[in-house]
């Protein structure tokens, strides 16, 4: 039975491999940095992690990180003092087509909410299709596209930027 919770401090190892063994594609830009930095935050308080668990095994986790401390180019879609950012969303492949994803997202929303921020942005790459799915399922919608060669290498090279109002 997959149940969600808030990961805790110690599994920052563990969701660091689930991300590097399932989160590489061609869509995905990821880079050492930028992850260590994302888990900095989490081990700092200013992100959290929720992961997705069947028994006692992660399947996969999202990550929601405080507005003032995400990518200063979002501050032109809201105040970064009241908005949060979903970093990475990440499930095994193992594991992936139960809607797992998508329930992530859900569980950072209602995080949001509870947060009292009046925005939650994420983003993707234009063509990756899983991503928008889920995206589309959770009630994202998408308010930016623009050309991104830096970050995307592959088709269009377009980035998405998606929001959902709270």
């Known amino acids: 039975m997959l149940e969600y919770r808030k990961a805790i401090v110690e599994e920052i190892d563990e969701l660091k491999k689930i991300l590097w063994k399932y989160g590489p ?12 930095e994302e888990f900095a935050l989490v081990e700092q308080g200013y992100a959290q992690a929720i992961v997705a668990t069947e028994g006692s095994e992660v399947v996969g986790f999202s990550v929601l990180i405080e507005g003032s401390l995400s990518p200063q180019y979002l501050s032109k879609y809201c105040s970064l003092n009241n908005m949060l950012f979903i970093g990475d969303v990440v499930v095994s492949s193992l594991h992936s087509g139960k809607g797992i994803a998508t329930q992530l997202l859900k569980e950072c929303l209602a ?12 983003e993707r790459h234009e ?12 009630g994202f919608n998408i308010i930016d596209t623009f ?20």
């Open 25 to 36: 594609n061609e869509w995905n830009y990821l880079t050492r940095e930028g992850v260590n």
């Open 111 to 122: 995080e949001a909410q509870r947060k009292n921020v009046n925005t939650v942005l994420i």
């Open 147 to 166: 050309h991104d060669p830096e970050k995307r290498t592959v088709g269009s090279q377009n980035s998405v930027i998606l929001e959902f109002e709270i």
């Open 127 to 138: 063509e990756n299709l899983a991503s928008a799915g889920m995206m589309r399922k959770a």
